[in-house]
């Protein structure tokens, strides 16, 4: 007996207009005025103009400044970021559980939200007694945590005063870096050798090492380190665990630009 295909499910036709509206003008270069979609979706102007109207009035679209052409909105870039965010995590999850097993300390994934570290992914060993509790969904200062240097990596003093303004860097600790000169000097050493660390600025018992974490363009868009109390952290051992976590970030990186 032949079987037959199952009824296709009809399709929203407004719902795809809006979808082709947003594609057009996420495509093009320039602001899209609104008779370049009439021509587009080749429907009255006053139907594509509602169309638009939906999409701005819930934030995917908006009008370029001083002008009534349509760009994308802050919904499209919130939600890309999301997108970006849960790649990262998805692509990062099997990297992060290794640096925690191979260093015996908690691994965190972060990235950056304006002044601030933002933790997106967390793994803790089950073997140890104490660890440092998970931090995902925390945010962090950049200028004295380590994921927060590694995320400037490389940023010159010029770029740091527009990023945090003139006035004096917060001190959490005794050893909190409050000035953009010290900081653009930590930013350097950190382009340089790879890694960042974070020597109790932020909270006085941690002691915490991260890498930046690079795409295709060799921009950063992450980072990934361990945070462990400072009486399981001796200075001795930072050579090794700045090893671990360079490698750590080194793989994710290679994963980002293939």
Request: contains cysteine; proline residues 5%.
């Amino acid at each position: 007996m032949k079987r037959t295909a199952p009824p296709r499910t009809p399709s929203i036709q407004s719902l795809g207009r809006g979808l082709s509206i947003l594609e057009a003008v996420a495509e093009s270069g320039e602001p899209v005025p609104l008779k370049d979609l009439t021509a587009l979706l080749g429907i009255d102007r006053s139907s594509v103009f509602r169309l638009a109207t939906t999409l701005k009035r819930h934030r995917f679209l908006a009008m370029a400044p001083g002008r009534t052409d349509y760009v994308l909105g802050p919904s499209v870039w919130r939600l890309s970021r999301r997108c970006g965010q849960n790649l990262l995590t998805t692509l990062c999850r099997e990297e992060l559980r290794r640096l925690s097993a191979r260093t015996g300390e908690t691994a965190h994934l972060a990235v950056r939200e304006g002044t601030f570290a933002l933790f997106i992914d967390h793994c803790s060993p089950s073997a140890r007694v104490v660890t440092v509790l998970g931090q995902t969904g925390e945010l962090v200062p950049l200028h004295c945590s380590a994921h927060g240097k590694a995320l400037i990596a490389g940023m010159p003093a010029a770029e740091l005063r527009v990023l945090f303004g003139t006035t004096r860097l917060a001190a959490r600790t005794s050893r909190t870096i409050v000035t953009i000169a010290g900081l653009a000097k930590a930013c350097t050493t950190t382009a340089r050798l790879g890694v960042a660390t974070d020597e109790g600025e932020d909270v006085d018992e941690l002691r915490c090492v991260a890498a930046p974490i690079r795409d295709q363009d060799g921009v950063i868009v992450a980072s990934i380190g361990i945070s462990a109390p400072v009486t399981r952290f001796p200075p001795s051992r930072r050579v090794r665990a700045s090893q671990q976590v360079a490698e750590a970030a080194q793989a994710v990186t290679r994963t980002l630009q293939r």
